[in-house]
């Protein structure tokens, strides 16, 4: 039973959130959010554990669709940066700003870039493009990411100096918009530079968060070099192009990593 204590350990720290948020703010929905997502998880792990391939997809399936249909389309709540630049603007500390502190900027302290590899709803689809493994060295376009971050932070602020009226119904019209667009630009990308997740590499603004916060995540892979033969299949297989078996903070694109597990699964020593 012993190697189950991950996911009973995970789903226990998202009950806590849920139990916490549910009394201080009095609200049903955080109790039933974060138990849900607490529980998406701990199933993964679960499976992951059992072995079963998929188990990772399964995760990004369960949290990403209730996130983009549930909250985003069902409940209308926008979940994208545009949403959270909407709510801090307007002092709001509800649903979206609360996921971006939990998943986005204080979280990456302790589980990294988990978010991208087993919530994120724009990845949830990529991940179904045929370029699973990049095929050509990484470019240098990671700037790209600025532009879309100072673009959707000019974007709220400009709606708010305007005095524009229906704010609520733009910021709707702005994550079914936001989100056409992040779909087709990333599967787009995909094909050009063979590589699934070129987008997350390139575009995607939220990673000015989750990069330097993930720097100093608790939970990383770490290589054992004693069992290491230096074969390189991990990196071969790697989605994100890391280093793994670079042991320091600063290694090649080490705040990159979406904890797939893909390397720890292939690599022939156990070594990871
Ligand atoms: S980098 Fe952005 S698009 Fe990619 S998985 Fe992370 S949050 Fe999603
Ligand atoms: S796959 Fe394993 S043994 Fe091969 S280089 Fe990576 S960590 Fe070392
Ligand atoms: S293959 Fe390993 S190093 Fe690469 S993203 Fe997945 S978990 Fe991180």
């Not at 939990?102 to 990529?126: D, E, N, Q, S």
Request: aromatic share 16%; net charge positive; proline share 3%.
């Amino acid at each position: 039973m012993k190697k189950y204590i991950a996911p009973l350990i995970m789903f226990l720290i998202f009950e806590t959130v849920a139990l916490t948020l549910w009394l201080t703010k009095d609200n049903l929905f955080y109790l039933f959010n974060f138990s849900y997502i607490g529980i998406s998880i701990a199933t993964g792990l679960f499976l992951f554990i059992r072995k079963y391939k998929y188990a990772r997809r399964v995760v990004q399936l369960l949290v990403g669709l209730y996130m983009l249909v549930y909250l985003g389309v069902i409940c209308q709540e926008n979940m994208q940066i545009e949403g959270f630049w909407y709510y801090l603007f307007t002092g709001v500390f509800e649903a979206t700003t609360i996921h971006y502190a939990v998943a986005k900027i204080f979280g990456p302290l302790v589980f990294g870039r988990g978010w991208c590899g087993y919530a994120c709803w724009t990845a949830m689809v990529l991940d179904f493009l045929p370029y699973k493994v990049p095929q050509a060295p990484r470019k240098k376009l990671g700037w790209i990411r600025y532009i879309t971050f100072a673009a959707s932070l000019v974007f709220v602020a400009e709606l708010f100096l305007a005095h524009v009226g229906n704010l609520e119904r733009i910021m709707f019209w702005a994550f079914i918009i936001g989100n056409v667009l992040y779909y087709a630009v990333g599967i787009v990308l995909a094909y050009v530079f063979k590589d699934n997740r070129a987008f997350c590499k390139y575009i995607c603004p939220i990673t000015v968060f989750l990069k330097p916060m993930s720097y100093f995540s608790l939970l990383r892979i770490k290589c054992d070099k004693d069992k290491c033969v230096s074969c390189g299949k991990c990196k071969r297989i790697c989605p994100m192009q890391v280093d793994m078996t670079d042991n320091s903070r600063k290694r090649e694109n080490g705040t990159e990593c979406i904890l797939c597990m893909e390397c720890v699964r292939n690599c022939p020593k156990n070594a990871l």
